[in-house]
């Protein structure tokens, strides 16, 4: 099955630094990969995502890129606000079935 | 429009119980996902559901199970429960067909003593 994993961990910068977050995934067949914000206390919510078929798009201030080769795509955040201190995953969907594999998951932390 | 709800949001049970989430998905939408969250596993698929049928399912044991009713509120089902088995579970519910666009509900955090 599809494995997923995610660096770094933890992530502290500075307000006003970027943030960038990789994921890799296993399975040349997955063909769709959502980013999810999950706050304290609170469910993931898709921020951003990406089909197989495109190779960057931008949402403001959110980036996301695949590399279908090397089968890894990243998360960037630029001018990040204190609002942006969360846990982030990133998954990928199969497209084989219907099946949702995520990432270890990103503490991110923003200091003001 | 709602969101996602799920209920009883906190609960508390002993070991070799049982115990039953209730999820009730956005207005119109069809598909319906449960996931486990642990500190340890992290967030990992216990199974999706669309009109009533379930389309795949995770690497659990038997003892996790779920139903999607006609009105698509599903409700999954964890028996003779374990320590292992405290977690947050989360039900998301999705506008399409497939495992796109989810919407997730806070969640049902269990307690195992």
């Known amino acids: 099955g599809e494995n997923v994993e995610q660096h770094p961990s933890t992530l502290s910068v500075q307000e006003g630094d970027s943030a960038v977050i990789k994921c890799t995934y296993s399975?040349?067949?997955?063909?769709?990969f959502p980013w999810y914000k999950q706050e304290l206390g609170k469910g993931p919510q898709l921020i951003i995502d990406?089909?197989?078929?495109?190779g960057e798009k931008k949402d403001q201030r959110i980036a996301v890129t695949l590399n279908k080769t090397a089968k890894h795509f990243s998360l960037h955040i630029t001018e990040t606000q204190p609002e942006d201190s969360a846990v982030y995953f990133c998954?990928?969907?199969?497209?084989?079935?219907?099946?949702?594999?995520f990432g270890g998951g990103t503490r991110v932390l923003v200091k003001p | 429009k709602a969101g996602v709800t799920q209920t009883p949001r906190y609960l508390i049970k002993t070991r070799g119980q049982q115990v039953t989430l209730s999820c009730s998905p956005i207005?119109?939408?069809?598909?319906v996902s449960w996931y486990q969250q642990t500190p340890g596993q992290g967030l990992q698929f216990l199974f999706e559901?669309?009109?009533?049928?379930?389309?795949n399912k995770g690497n659990f044991p038997g003892r996790f199970s779920g139903r999607q009713f006609s009105n698509s509120r599903s409700e999954m089902n964890v028996s003779t429960l374990e320590l292992g088995d405290s977690a947050l579970y989360l039900c998301?519910?999705?506008?399409?067909?497939?495992?796109?666009?989810?919407?997730f509900g806070e969640g049902s955090r269990l307690t195992v003593l």
């Open positions: 990406i089909r197989s078929n495109v």
């Open positions: 207005s119109g939408h069809r598909s």
């Open positions: 399975d040349s067949a997955s063909n769709y």
């Open positions: 559901y669309f009109s009533e049928t379930q389309r």
């Open positions: 998301a519910s999705s506008p399409g067909t497939a495992l796109t666009e989810l919407f």
């Open positions: 998954a990928a969907v199969e497209a084989a079935g219907n099946k949702l594999t």
